[in-house]
């Protein structure tokens, strides 16, 4: 029988402390969610809500609905428009092998380096122009753009990796190339795609300043405007503005723990040949 070394139990020890500082803020959120207005100045500030108060969560239920909901039209736009456009080119970098693919793979790592706020400012013209400013189908597409070099990239390292024989062997059964991306190598790659729309509906949900720069005149709003309009210059609502942030978490966090298993197993495909 082994037993634990000093050394292993001061790596444990270090390892809590440190969960426990990157915790604190949540748990910090969900604490000043259950407190009274009254008592968010107490010096020194309540560790528990002693005196808890519901009313910060039936501010999300009377006033943030509407803006949860298109919060999830949002992300599930997103997620849809950008696996129809990621898949298809990663399936082409990755086998068709299409002339200029790798400047094309350096132009898609360099658009993600980009800011946001350049790119809203861009968006902000051209939907003006288009008349797609204040819209949902605006603001799908621009978060739309966050996510497709990065889905296109988790593709191609994906897809790389399928056996060529696979893909002839559908050849030969008479498949075209449109049929065998749909039937052959689409089921094939259920772990890259996952990954790619958990992490396209992640960067929907939690954006801001897309969603304030393209959206912030127009009726439907997401969540994260929704919490910003508590906010104010002479009121800050922070109960209610910590109890909408604690029911926006949720769908972030159950979306996380189902598809662990898929991202870790699609976030790492290609790094390694068999």
């Known amino acids: 029988m082994t037993t634990s070394t000093p050394r292993a139990w001061w790596k444990t020890g270090v390892g809590l402390v440190l969960t426990g500082l990157m915790l604190f803020p949540v748990y910090w959120m969900i604490n000043v969610s259950f407190t009274r207005d009254q008592d968010m100045r107490a010096s020194p500030p309540h ?10 969560y039936r501010a999300v239920l009377d006033q943030q609905l509407p803006y949860l909901g298109t919060s999830f039209l949002v ?8 696996v129809a456009l990621a898949a298809p080119a990663g399936y082409a970098l990755a086998k068709l092998r299409p002339p200029g693919g790798p400047a094309l793979s350096f132009v898609l790592l360099i658009a993600q380096m980009i800011p946001g706020i350049i790119m809203a400012m861009g968006f902000y013209a051209i939907f003006l122009t288009l008349g797609v400013l204040n819209t949902l189908p605006g603001l799908i ?21 399928i056996p060529d024989e696979l893909l002839q062997a559908a050849v030969v059964d008479g498949a075209g190339r449109l049929r065998t991306f749909w039937s052959v ?18 960067w929907s949900w939690s954006d801001f300043i897309f969603a304030s720069t393209l ?60």
């Open 47 to 56: 560790l528990f809500p002693t005196n808890g108060t519901l009313d910060g």
């Open 75 to 82: 992300g599930l736009g997103t997620v849809a428009l950008t």
């Open 141 to 161: 597409l621009a978060d739309t753009t966050l996510a497709v070099p990065f889905g296109v990239l988790i593709f191609t390292a994906f897809m790389s990796g």
């Open 185 to 202: 190598v689409l089921p094939v790659s259920r772990n890259s795609i996952v990954t790619v729309s958990l992490f396209a509906f992640l």
């Open 215 to 274: 959206a912030g005149g127009g009726d439907h709003q997401p969540i994260t405007l929704g919490i910003y309009h508590y906010i104010g210059n002479n009121n800050q609502q922070w109960n209610a503005i910590m109890a909408t942030a604690v029911v926006a978490s949720i769908p972030a966090a159950v979306l996380l723990i189902l598809a662990q298993r898929y991202v870790s197993m699609g976030v790492t495909a290609g790094a390694v040949k068999d």
